[in-house]
């Protein structure tokens, strides 16, 4: 919340515009933070094709904020903005698939174990 200030701060005046960049930034890196973890889960619990369509959509949420932003003719910070929000989105998402791919894993071991 502070990076404005702190990297005015740290680093001079000419660095303060670097500190909205990463106070918007911050956000999505506290989601990759989070979500990080569980990105090879879907790899694990052979579910190869799902990860694709989460590469794929990150992918395609990553281009679209750019275009979008290109296209509305936005400032860098805003166009910053959509990624980071595209991003959080994509993280988000990678959390649920994760949490999914798990539920249907337990399920299927409690089915094979009871049979």
Known sequence: LAGPWLFEAFFGQAWKASGSFAQVLALMFMAKFIASPLSHTLIILEKQDWQLFWDAGRLMLMLSAFALAYAGRYSPLVAVSFYSVAM??????????SLAALKKAVKTRECENSA
């Open 88 to 97: 959080c989105s994509a993280y988000a998402v990678l959390f649920l698939m």
